[in-house]
């Protein structure tokens, strides 16, 4: 991997992921790059942000964007090289290859769980008001067949809990970035501020904290799930059977190529069009080599040798995939705005994947989930939960104002042309159309003003199965 690309990504992971007494370490520390990043526009994201529409046609568009939407973020991430490529996935969704929902799905239906006879009453009657907390479900009008279905959404409990702990993340990133900019001094400001503001930060996340406790219920949340864990452990022939119908429920078909989906949803819906959870990235040349040992995943691990390479078309048809891998990148500085966040999936539970109450039936040849390992190898082992979002990029370095570097004329020619997991020309497909990466590229550097999605976190899969040797009583 280049030099400033290793610091770049090194100092967003740490930002992303590190802590210290105020702000603890991540547990999802495993990020899976987008190369390139993946630009949007904001008009494409309204899906999350309308349950309803108003006529057919906006039925129609909402319906596409939360297809191409739920299809981009429900892959399964590729734990030993830490990759995101669009074009290997776009090719798994048009055939018959696993996604996130798939993997699920067989799971359930491969599975045996503990039965160890009915629940009790109080108990069952506790569970089923819980689970409308947890996921909703409504009836909406198919726009193809005027049939009324039932659908699933996040309960009002989830919505609140991911709101107020979403709050929670952003103030700890901000903390992070001016934490980790005063520690690797950056520039004599940034340590003045944190010398100065550093309670500031620190209070702003106590706050938000205290905020996610009581109006997020982050302890009746918690509390919720852990005691539908301690209970269904008794039997999960119920639970299981609930899972299945929110999966049901929740498959959708697009319009475009008549092909089913589970709906996939984030919050805030609003992130896109607004400055409220987005913080200020910024490194500079003289600071680069500060960062050029940090970690990029959880592993420690080179993402790829192609991660390094710029990559685009000199023209079109002719060196489509041209590599630029000798550029010349002294003066490198670069800076942006950077905002994870947290997917919804009203379909998903991976509580269950952890219990240790549940094994695939003896018939069954599927890999194990996960074997626990660093990293981890298995059927299902890691899953996005958070996406990475950037906006307001600009980026200056000596070869972009070198005019007769291919690479720049590539840029100047609006071709496909990305640095990392970053998209700096060319055009792209959206649930609208498409669309061009709109770049200004002068004596200042080169400025990307668009959305990008750039990368996920992802949870890992403890091992699983891992039934617990006790369990004789299995349905």
């Known amino acids: 991997m280049s030099s400033p690309l290793k610091s770049i990504l090194g100092k967003i992971y740490t930002m992303l992921t590190s802590g210290d007494g105020t702000v603890p370490n991540a ?3 495993f990020i899976a790059w987008c190369i390139p990043g993946i630009p949007f526009n904001h008009s494409d994201l309204l899906f999350a942000n309308k349950l309803f529409a108003t006529d057919a046609d906006q039925a129609r568009d909402l319906l596409n964007q939360a297809s191409n939407f739920s299809r981009l ?10 990759i995101f490529d669009l074009e290997k996935q776009e090719a798994i969704y048009s055939q018959t290859g696993k996604t996130l929902w798939s993997a699920y799905e ?3 239906n491969t599975s045996e769980v503990v039965d160890k006879g009915d629940l009790s009453p109080d108990r069952q009657s506790k569970l089923d008001k819980w689970r409308k907390l947890l996921v909703e479900v409504y009836e909406d009008e198919n726009i193809i067949t005027e049939e009324i279905e039932q659908k699933t959404r996040p309960g009002r409990l989830v919505r609140a809990y991911t ?16 934490r980790i900019a005063a520690m690797y001094a950056e520039s004599p400001v940034a340590v003045q501020d944190w010398t100065l503001n550093a309670f500031l930060y620190r209070l702003k996340v106590q706050n938000a904290y205290n905020v996610w406790v009581a109006e997020g ?7 919720i799930m852990a005691t539908i864990n301690q209970w269904t452990k008794q039997s999960l022939v119920l639970w299981k059977q609930k899972l299945l119908d929110n999966l049901t429920w929740s498959k959708q078909t697009d319009l475009v190529n008549n092909q089913e989906f589970y709906l996939t949803t984030f919050w805030p819906p609003q992130f896109a069009t607004t400055q409220e959870g987005w913080t200020d990235y910024k490194l500079e040349q003289k600071t680069l080599s500060k960062y050029a040992q940090s970690q990029t995943n959880a592993w420690d691990m080179e993402v790829g040798a192609g991660i390094g390479l710029f990559g685009g078309s000199v023209s079109a048809g002719v060196e489509n995939g041209k590599l630029y891998d000798e550029l010349n990148t002294s003066n490198f500085n670069i800076n942006f705005e950077i905002v994870q966040i947290p997917l919804l999936r009203p379909w998903f539970n991976p509580e269950f994947l952890a219990s240790n109450a549940w094994r695939f039936r003896s018939d069954s040849e599927i890999a194990p989930i996960s074997d626990g390992g660093r990293p981890p190898k298995g059927f299902l082992p890691t899953y996005p939960t958070t996406a990475i979002f950037i906006r307001r990029l600009k980026a200056d370095f000596s070869e972009l104002h070198d005019t007769s570097s291919s690479y720049t004329q590539a840029i100047k020619a609006g071709l ?13 497909h959206t649930a609208s159309g498409d669309s061009k990466v709109e770049n200004t590229l002068n004596q200042e550097g080169l400025t990307v003003e668009g959305l990008q999605l750039i990368g996920f976190k992802c949870a890992i899969v403890p091992k699983s199965p891992n039934p617990s040797p006790t369990i004789t009583d299995w349905a």
């Open 27 to 29: 547990k999802d520390g």
């Open 73 to 82: 973020v429900n892959f399964i991430p590729d734990a030993s090289s830490g």
């Open 106 to 108: 067989t799971i359930l």
């Open 163 to 178: 709101d107020k702990q979403n709050h929670y993340i952003n103030a700890c990133l901000e903390y992070n970035a001016k």
């Open 217 to 223: 219920y982050k302890n009746e949340y918690e509390t």
């Open 416 to 428: 496909k042309v990305g640095y990392g997991p970053f998209c700096l020309s060319g055009n792209y």
